[in-house]
């Protein structure tokens, strides 16, 4: 396991608070090639899903598995992404892509996201270590207050996981203790120039406000797994295939191909999403 790219202040800051901020991970031309490559793909626009907040603004996701030669693949297949990922996860068991999305919140009509927990989804998919799941957000747009970037609790993921209920299309922690979470310990404001990174905990305490600003909020989100952390009840198949690595000059350098043999998700295969009540996808006593 490289441990070249991650200091030990970074390593410790990240299990104390449950995530980490790396500045400038990726460079302007690599954010440049990748969000161009989002806004002229038809395939990433064509398969982008509706997800709308209690008030009805919506939030645009692009969501699929398998990493593949497009950019987006290379990104989440580059030695630094793994290389980092791995020292995080801290197993010996080689690294694993469970997804990736895109997330696009366009000026003014982009949609919130309720406190919640990736774990508080990925439970259902029977994963039996949150430790061993991550989360890696990197920006292509500036995230600020004002565009709705990420907001935290500072060591929430110390809490385990919490209970989750759908509140309108999304999926959201008990509130109860989430204001506990916020009376105990620190809200932060995460705000992203473009080419940060933010590594995240599963059970770390997140939402987002809606945009309300004129500029949009752009990123990708990749989720990645030990593959000794089995999913029993998870029907994909990338979770548990190790990321066959490339070198970080390949998203500037290599041929890419287009997004459209990616293994999009759609709304309606998802019961998660698709459901309107969590009594439809859990037992309720």
């Not at 038809?42 to 969501?63: E, H, I």
């Amino acid at each position: 396991m490289s441990t070249t790219r991650l200091s030990p202040d970074q390593l410790h800051a990240y299990h104390r608070d449950g995530y980490l901020l790396a500045p400038g991970f990726c460079s302007k031309e690599e954010i440049q090639r990748l969000y161009q490559t989002a806004l002229d793909d038809r395939a990433m626009a064509d398969n982008a899903m509706d997800l709308n907040d209690q008030s009805g603004k919506k939030t645009k996701l692009s969501l699929w598995f398998t990493p593949g030669n497009d950019v987006f693949g290379y990104l989440i297949r580059s030695k630094k992404m793994t290389d980092s990922v791995a020292q995080l996860l801290d197993d010996d068991s080689p690294v694993c892509h469970f997804h990736s999305k895109l997330m696009q919140k366009e000026p003014k009509v982009g949609g919130a996201w309720e406190w919640h927990q990736d774990y508080g989804y990925w439970y259902k998919n029977q994963f039996m270590f949150p430790d061993k799941l991550i989360s890696v957000m990197i920006a292509l747009t500036p995230a600020n207050k004002e565009n709705g970037c990420l907001q935290v609790i500072r060591g929430s993921h110390k809490m385990g996981r919490v209970n989750h209920g759908f509140a309108g299309e999304q999926v959201g922690a008990d509130i109860a203790m989430v204001n506990n979470a916020l009376k105990t310990m620190d809200l932060e404001y995460c705000e992203l120039n473009p080419g940060d990174a933010l590594f995240f905990h599963s059970n770390l305490l997140h939402r987002s406000e809606a945009n309300l600003s004129n500029a949009p909020r752009w990123s990708i989100i990749s989720c990645y797994c030990s593959q000794s952390n089995i999913a029993y009840q998870e029907t994909s198949t990338s979770w548990n295939i190790p990321v066959d690595t490339v070198p970080d000059e390949a998203l500037l350098t290599w041929a890419a191909e287009s997004l459209s043999n990616a293994d999009f998700l759609k709304k309606e295969n998802d019961p998660a999403l698709k459901d309107t009540g969590w009594e439809k996808t859990v037992d309720v006593k």
